[in-house]
């Protein structure tokens, strides 16, 4: 089908239902046998009035393709979705942002219902992802008083099916920081019927390492529970990253942490077996209560010995 007699009409019903003005610039690609697949390059979305003219996303070329047959049984089976160099900007001014992709005159969305969107029958479908990815993707973040960006970015997702794993690995550059992380859900339709299941968190970089060995529990909200482990090799070059400034002095260099963590959105419960700063070492536990008017932390920390001078401040020589 020549590009000439739909992208017009593509335009038109991309901005529609994005409420945002789509424009395809470059080449553009439909066929429908034997799979559904559009291909894009030079592809962007508007931004919002009043955050700047340049674009709020646009990627140098987007593939998406879609299996014909089982669509028509109802199963959705994505052979492919990439993006290539997208480039993604949000923009925060006071209550206002750049990426609520609604018209101005939408009504407010109903409130969430307090049972949670984890419930029996929440994905009435089949599914399953081909080759999903983002490859050297960049975001930048920006309130007025600060910015962030992240650039490098790659995602690659795959999903045989809604019964099985979920496999999700990346990594990108966090103002300038690289990190890497790897997610593994058990089955994505047991999490979002409620369902117990299995979850696998790695996350690494020269900053922090941490890794979470547990489960979402059975449970209408996001409750979960099962094994850590944290590692921050040097607590002056987070602190430097986060934007905060330490005194001078050789202590608080490395911390790590392992042990137990269960909660919900409304509450915590951390129990540690090993804690190490520096040369301190010892076991704690910690719990985190918010649902209530003014929320509540109760805990315990065992230390066998605690030498704080290395953590005393400098003081002049002549100081008594």
Do not use: C
Not at 69 to 89: N, S
Not at 113 to 124: V, Y
Request: charged residues 20%; aromatic residues 6%.
């Amino acid at each position: 089908i020549p590009a000439s007699v739909y992208r017009e009409r593509v335009q038109l019903a991309a901005s529609e239902a994005l409420h945002r003005d789509i424009t395809l610039d470059g080449e553009l690609h439909l066929s429908l046998l034997p799979r559904i697949e559009v291909r894009a390059s030079t592809v962007s979305i508007a931004n919002a009035e009043g955050f700047g003219d340049a674009p709020l996303a646009e990627m140098g070329e987007m593939r998406v393709a879609v299996k014909l047959q089982p669509l028509l049984q109802r199963r959705i089976e994505i052979a492919e979705f990439v993006l290539i160099d997208p480039t993604i900007r949000l923009q925060q001014r006071g209550t206002r942002n750049n990426w609520t992709l609604t018209e101005a005159t939408a009504p407010a969305p109903a409130p969430a219902s307090s049972d949670g969107f984890r419930r029996p029958g929440a994905l009435p479908l089949e599914a399953s992802f081909g080759d999903v990815r983002i490859e050297n993707g960049y975001i930048s973040y920006s309130d007025g008083s600060e910015s962030h960006d992240i650039s490098g970015l790659n995602l690659v997702t795959s999903m045989p099916s809604l019964d099985g794993p979920i496999q999700l690995d990346g990594s990108l550059n966090a103002d300038g920081e690289r990190i890497v992380f790897s997610t593994r859900i058990a089955s994505l339709r047991d999490f979002f019927e409620g369902r117990q299941t299995g979850l696998l968190v790695d996350l690494g970089g020269n900053l922090v390492t941490a890794h979470f060995d547990g489960h979402f529990r059975e449970s209408s909200d996001l409750s979960m529970e099962g094994g850590f482990s944290t590692t921050v090799p040097s607590i002056r070059n987070l602190a430097a990253f986060a934007g905060v400034d330490m005194p001078a002095g050789d202590s608080l260099r490395r911390f790590s942490a392992s042990g137990q963590i269960a909660g919900d959105p409304q509450h915590i419960a951390l129990t540690a077996d090993a804690i190490r700063l520096d040369d301190v070492s010892g076991s704690g536990n910690v719990a985190i209560n918010l649902d209530a008017a003014r929320p509540a932390l109760s805990g315990a920390l065992t230390l066998a010995t605690v030498d704080v001078t290395p953590f005393l401040p400098e003081t002049p020589a002549e100081t008594p």
